[in-house]
Every structure is written in C-alpha cells, then in structure tokens.
T-cell receptor
Framework: SAVISQKPSRDICQRGTSLTIQCQVDSQVTMMFWYRQQPGQSLTLIATANQGSEATYESGFVIDKFPISRPNLTFSTLTVSNMSPEDSSIYLC???????????FGSGTRLTVV | GENVEQHPSTLSVQEGDSAVIKCTYSDSASNYFPWYKQELGKRPQLIID?????GEKKDQRIAVTLNKTAKHFSLHITETQPEDSAVYFC??????????FGTGTRLAVRP
C-alpha cells in the first residue's frame, strides 16, 4: 500500500543548526526520493536513497549539506545541515507504490530558518 | 537529464468549462507521465497517469493524452468545478525512475 508517515510536519530553526526529517513507509520499497519545494515553486529532486548504498544526489545538492540515511527498506532520514534562511522550504519524501499505482508523497515538512 | 516544460502557468476558467494543461519533455526514453494536484498546504496527490504504450487515458472528468513522437502530453479537465481549483504538476520519469516535475499550473475555477 506504501503509506508514508513523515515528521516533523513543521519546524522553525535557528540558522547554523541542523534538522533531521524522518520518513517511515508501511511496506518495503527499494528506492525513496527526497524533494524540496520552495515557496510557490515546483518540486525539485534532492536525492535518491537506496538501502545499503550511498544516496545519489542531483546536481546542486551535496551530501555534506543534505546527508541521507537509509538503514532499511521502510525508513529514511534527510538532514538539512548548517541551515540558512535560503533552506526555508517544504521537504517531501516519496516512494513508488508499486503495481503500477504510481508515486506517493509524505505529508511534507515545512521548514523555516530564522 | 530530463527537462519538463509546462504551460500555462496560470489558468482561469468559468465553472463548467474545460481546462487544458500542456507539458513537453526532452528525454525520449521517458515512459511514465503522472499528473499531480496540490491544494494549498497539502502534499501533491496523484490524479491520473499514463504510460508510453498508451495514447489516452480517462477517469471520469479528467483525461490525459500522450504524443510520444512530439514528446508532449496534456491534462484535460471537463465540467470544471470550484473544487478543481489547485496547482497542477505534470511529471516524467527519466533515468533511474526519477520523476522530473513541470513548473506547475495554478488553476482557478470561477463559480
């Protein structure tokens, strides 16, 4: 069924600190995707997280800034490190539900950096 | 990598009229084309999708058409209702089953 629980739903953080976002899926999935959605904008893929290997980052995103963990087939975390106000966005995880049912998203984390 | 363009960026229609949103993609290997609806403050929700072996797909008031030769696909909403007002995103899968999204269309349905 691939229902995703994402937390926290929102947070206000001080610049220079880090925030870890968690996604838990109710079934095993091979790949988990992390997106950023800046205010009023589209979704931009940050990285693809595979269990047992390092995440694959898209152009413009680096591991030092957005470290990702994928300890098993149902869970992943994204950390936003050394935050600045420009990191204020909604962060979403996504998985393929399989069986041709398409990709679904977590409820998102609205991050505000002050 | 894949590049998806979406038009128009905003669309206003009278209730009951039809709405059409168009997208083009660049990677001829892309084979999956979903459409998402995102209401304010909510996650994107899949409303319809089409795969490259099909030219058209319908689900009640919404339909999607795909032209692989021209590398474009479109969303059609008929008999629009105020609750159709939202931002709509098209997307396409390139390499690695990654979705690349269009820039979005803000649809407003006037009662």
């Amino acid at each position: 069924s691939a229902v995703i629980s994402q937390k926290p739903s929102r947070d206000i953080c001080q610049r220079g600190t880090s925030l870890t976002i968690q996604c838990q899926v109710d079934s095993q999935v091979t790949m988990m995707f992390w997106y950023r959605q800046q205010p009023g904008q589209s979704l931009t893929l940050i990285a693809t997280a595979n269990q047992g290997s390092e995440a694959t980052y898209e152009s413009g995103f680096v591991i030092d800034k957005f470290p990702i963990s994928r300890p098993n087939l149902t869970f992943s975390t994204l950390t936003v490190s050394n935050m600045s106000p420009e990191d204020s966005s909604i962060y979403l995880c996504s998985v393929d539900r399989g069986l041709g049912r398409g990709y679904t998203f977590g409820s998102g984390t609205r991050l505000t950096v002050v | 990598g894949e590049n998806v363009e979406q038009h128009p960026s905003t669309l206003s229609v009278q209730e009951g009229d039809s709405a059409v949103i168009k997208c083009t993609y660049s990677d001829s290997a892309s084979n999956y084309f979903p459409w998402y609806k995102q209401e304010l403050g909510k996650r994107p929700q899949l409303i319809i999708d089409i795969r490259s072996n099909v030219g058209e797909k319908k689900d009640q008031r919404i339909a999607v058409t795909l032209n692989k030769t021209a590398k474009h696909f479109s969303l059609h909403i008929t008999e629009t209702q105020p609750e159709d007002s939202a931002v709509y995103f098209c997307a396409a899968t390139g390499s690695g089953d990654k979705l690349t999204f269009g820039t979005g269309t803000r649809l407003a349905v006037r009662p």
